[in-house]
T-cell receptor, first 114, second 115 residues
Framework: GNSVTQMEGPVTLSEEAFLTINCTYT??????LFWYVQYPGEGLQLLLK?????DKGSNKGFEATYRKETTSFHLEKGSVQVSDSAVYFC?????????????FGTGTLLAVQP | EAQVTQNPRYLITVTGKKLTVTCSQN?????MSWYRQDPGLGLRQIYY???????DKGDVPEGYKVSRKEKRNFPLILESPSPNQTSLYFC??????????????FGQGTRLTVV
């Protein structure tokens, strides 16, 4: 089946530290990959995406590269800020399917301390 | 402003009392769906709709109903809520259909507690 596995949290970092949140996927087809972010008390919003192998998605200093050979889409940021504290979800969708369905990982809580 | 609006944001109800959570989007999206978010499980799809009068089950549809009479609205109905439906619910919409990398837009969530 299709699934997403991401590292468990919480991840606690000091401001300006380097961030990596690991994400791997299993898919029967050729998925598009996403990172969504959920700030406290809010809905999810798209952070970045990649639609084919070796694509790099980037936004707000975050980056992730679509690695087909390792079925991974790890999220990185060089210097985190307190305002980055949120829950981060890795997700995939399958092109050509009957729906626009997203399959999510379990989410990783990031807490950044000043 | 493009948005997905859910109501209510918070709801406490008793077992067996029918309730409806409303969802409305102003982006003319064809695709709408409902997810529930539970600790350690991420978001799981309950129901989805590909257009007016077209709905289908997601991964966890038991105990829920939906309808899509208008393109902008997609209410979630719990005919007889039970405590295991206590969760955080999100409505989402997206367009175009079956396009690579389509972004989903989410509502702010409805936290439901069934006692």
């Amino acid at each position: 089946g299709n699934s997403v596995t991401q590292m468990e949290g919480p991840v606690t970092l000091s401001e300006e530290a380097f961030l990596t949140i690991n994400c791997t996927y299993t898919a029967t087809g050729y998925p598009s990959l996403f990172w969504y972010v959920q700030y406290p008390g809010e809905g999810l919003q798209l952070l970045l995406k990649a639609t084919k192998a070796d694509d790099k998605g980037s936004n707000k200093g975050f980056e992730a590269t679509y690695r087909k050979e390792t079925t991974s889409f790890h999220l990185e940021k060089g210097s985190v800020q307190v305002s980055d504290s949120a829950v981060y979800f890795c997700a995939l969708s399958l092109y050509g399917g009957a729906t626009n369905k997203l399959i999510f990982g379990t989410g990783t809580l990031l807490a950044v301390q000043p | 402003e493009a948005q997905v609006t859910q109501n209510p944001r918070y709801l406490i109800t008793v077992t067996g009392k029918k309730l409806t959570v409303t969802c409305s989007q102003n982006m003319n999206h064809e695709y709408m769906s409902w997810y529930r978010q539970d600790p350690g499980l991420g978001l799981r799809q309950i129901y989805y709709s590909m257009n007016v009068e077209v709905t289908d089950k997601g991964d966890v549809p038991e105990g829920y109903k939906v309808s899509r009479k208008e393109k902008r609205n997609f209410p979630l109905i719990l005919e007889s809520p039970s405590p295991n439906q206590t969760s955080l619910y999100f409505c989402a919409s997206s367009s175009p259909l079956m396009h690579r990398g389509t972004e989903a837009f989410f509502g702010q969530g409805t936290r439901l507690t069934v006692v």
